[in-house]
């Protein structure tokens, strides 16, 4: 009896469970019902009422789009600017009273001509309001004050950080401006020498002074490593190089404005007094491929031209250099017409006419000395075709004579040439006269032309 009451009791208890658990399934899904005739519900009243956030128009009940996409209503920054219509999506983050207050504490303080607080109130604002409208403001102010008081390493120091900030700042055409005011100072306190020739380039109207100048005697303007603490309108160490920075940040900072020609400019001819002649070289061709329209173009192809010409190491070494030079002193020639160094220029080139004889005659030399008649042979050719009219040209030819024939054989036309040349030829001279200037003819007629055998006159 006791056992059939406790069967009976587990039974119950069974059937309860199974009760619950098909009441805990079927809730779920009675609450996504009632929610989704809730939802039924509040749109149906949105519509039956004409809600104006689903509004085109205020009476359909549809989304307004063409608003939105139409040309009227899009306005651009001058015209919100003009019309107190900012928009809070195109203006990124909302800033308040008190927040563009600190910033216009800044601004009020640099007109006071109170830099030392200027300087307080920029250097918190910039770091607050980094990467912003307001930041911005601030770390240019804090860049103009340290340039008013004249530290300019610190005012250096200020505009690269605002640059690298903001790369399209809107105060670019001032912080250039300032950059190169500082560069050209700097290089002219580190080589007076050279004053006139950097105010030149800054396009100011030179007065030659009857005094020449002499070189700094601080120690820390000759020897970059030396620190600097006793002038705080300098940098700790390496004026000069920091002057290079100013000029660089100009021209990749802001390539398209108006003295981005002049910091190349300034840093082509920095190299070139300092003998630097590939970092000159490497600037000049900057200049000339991408400032077109500037002003110093006829100076970035004369110049240009001098310095590849000097940065030719000699016969032994690549004569890249030397066609380059020669190429660009052709040009020269061609494009500026008017020029005043139209004479040095034809100079250059018989130079450089007689430094390729040169070099085509140390290769005959190189065959000597390697025992190779039928490499000398073909050497002693080049020079006689191409320098016919230099003493180059004359001793390849008695080498040439002096040659074995049975040496020559096999090589295409080489016996034909040897015996087309004249009988009578005075031997070969002990020395060669690689510094003898006898009549040249014109590099641009060296490859070609009638009158290959005798002198061409430079135009």
């Given amino acids: 009896m006791q056992l059939r009451?406790?069967?009976?009791?587990?039974?119950?208890?069974?059937?309860?469970?199974?009760?619950?658990?098909?009441?805990?399934?079927r809730s779920p899904a009675l609450q996504v019902r009632s929610r989704s005739l809730l939802i039924s519900a509040v749109l149906l009243l949105s519509l039956l009422s004409g809600c104006s956030t689903f509004s085109r128009d205020g009476d359909s009940g549809l989304l307004d789009v063409t608003s939105m996409l139409s040309p009227g209503s899009i306005r651009g920054p001058l015209e919100r600017k003009l019309f107190g219509e900012d928009n809070p999506l195109e203006m990124g983050r909302r800033f308040s009273d008190e927040e563009r207050h600190e910033v216009?504490?800044?601004?009020?303080?640099?007109?006071?001509?109170d830099y030392d607080r200027t300087i307080k109130l920029s250097k918190k604002a910039a770091k607050k309001f980094k990467e912003s409208s307001l930041g911005e403001e601030a770390q240019f102010y804090l860049a103009e004050s340290w340039f008013a008081q004249g530290k300019f390493g610190k005012a250096q120091d200020a505009y690269d950080q605002l640059f690298q900030d903001y790369p399209s700042t809107r105060y670019v055409e001032p912080a250039t401006?300032?950059?190169?005011?500082?560069?050209?100072?700097?290089?002219?306190?580190?080589d007076p020498?050279?004053?006139?020739?950097?105010?030149?380039?800054?396009?100011?109207?030179?007065?030659e002074e009857n005094t020449p100048a002499k070189p700094p005697s601080d120690p820390t303007l000759r020897v970059p490593i030396l620190p600097n603490f006793h002038n705080k309108s300098r940098p700790t160490f390496d004026t000069q190089g920091n002057a290079l920075k100013c000029l660089k940040s100009i021209w990749m900072n802001d390539p398209t404005g108006p003295l981005a020609d002049d910091a190349l400019m300034l840093t082509a001819t920095y190299y070139q007094r300092k003998?630097?002649?590939?970092?000159?070289?490497?600037?000049?061709?900057?200049?000339?491929?991408?400032?077109?329209?500037?002003?110093?173009?006829?100076?970035a192809f004369v110049l240009g031209a001098h310095v590849k010409q000097l940065s030719y190491q000699g016969p032994y070494y690549e004569g890249r250099e030397l066609k380059g030079a020669q190429k660009l002193k052709e040009q020269s020639l061609h494009l500026f017409p008017a020029s005043h160094e139209r004479q040095q220029l034809r100079t250059d080139l018989q130079k450089i006419y007689l430094q390729e004889a040169e070099r085509a005659w140390y290769e005959v030399e190189y065959y000597q000395?390697?025992?190779?008649p039928?490499?000398?042979?073909?050497?002693?050719?080049?020079?006689?075709n191409e320098f016919p009219d230099t003493s180059y040209a004359k001793d390849a030819r008695a080498i040439l004579k002096s040659i074995d024939r049975r040496e020559l054989q096999g090589l295409p036309e080489v016996p034909e040439f040897v015996e087309s040349m004249p009988a009578t030829e005075s031997p070969p001279s002990e020395q060669s006269p690689r510094n003898e200037q006898g009549p040249v003819?014109?590099?641009?007629?060296?490859?070609g032309g009638e009158n290959r055998g005798g002198p061409v006159v430079l135009p």
């Avoid at 216009?104 to 006071?112: I, M, S, T």
């Avoid at 039928?374 to 006689?384: L, N, S």
């Fill in 275 to 299: 003998q630097n002649f590939v970092e000159a070289d490497r600037y000049f061709e900057i200049l000339r491929d991408e400032y077109t329209d500037s002003p110093h173009l006829e100076d």
């Fill in 193 to 207: 020498i050279a004053k006139n020739a950097i105010r030149q380039v800054s396009g100011e109207k030179v007065i």
């Fill in 441 to 447: 003819k014109s590099v641009s007629d060296s490859t």
């Fill in 104 to 113: 216009q504490q800044c601004r009020l303080a640099f007109e006071r001509g």
């Fill in 374 to 384: 039928r490499a000398v042979a073909i050497a002693c050719i080049q020079v006689i």
């Fill in 177 to 190: 401006r300032r950059l190169f005011a500082i560069a050209r100072e700097w290089l002219e306190i580190s």
């Fill in 369 to 372: 000395k390697k025992r190779k």
């Fill in 5 to 25: 009451r406790m069967l009976d009791r587990r039974k119950e208890s069974a059937r309860r469970f199974r009760s619950d658990d098909r009441l805990d399934a």
